[in-house]
Nanobody
Framework: QVQLVESGGGLVQPGGSLRLSCAVS????????MAWYRQAQGKQRELVASITSGGSTNYADSVKGRFTISRDNAKNTVYLQMNSLKFEDMAVYYC?????????WGKGTLVTVSS
């Protein structure tokens, strides 16, 4: 059973920064592609950023230049550094991976952007 546990969410003012972490309980983490999604209240879940096992990254247009996804294979952890946060970034952020035909999700961490 693969488990993903997100952390690092919280309350931040517009323009502020947060770093989210996702710890993955899987010995073969280094070969897994990873992604961060988010779901704002009343909206569909959307892809925020992804990173391949080789380190290639992809970002939603709405976060390009502000968010950075990275991974530490020694710690089985993927990160999302979020800078210049905006009101519209407020959402529950989820970590996801897919192994074969199965998708695994964390329970999410809430990011609140408020002045």
């Amino acid at each position: 059973q693969v488990q993903l546990v997100e952390s690092g969410g919280g309350l931040v003012q517009p323009g502020g920064s947060l770093r989210l972490s996702c710890a993955v309980s899987r010995s073969k983490f280094s070969i897994d592609d990873m992604a961060w999604y988010r779901q704002a209240q009343g909206k569909q879940r959307e892809l925020v950023a992804s990173i391949t096992s080789g380190g290639s990254t992809n970002y939603a247009d709405s976060v390009k230049g502000r968010f950075t996804i990275s991974r530490d294979n020694a710690k089985n952890t993927v990160y999302l550094q979020m800078n210049s946060l905006k009101f519209e970034d407020m959402a529950v952020y989820y970590c996801r991976t897919q192994i074969g035909a199965l998708a695994y999700w964390g329970k999410g961490t809430l990011v609140t952007v408020s002045s």
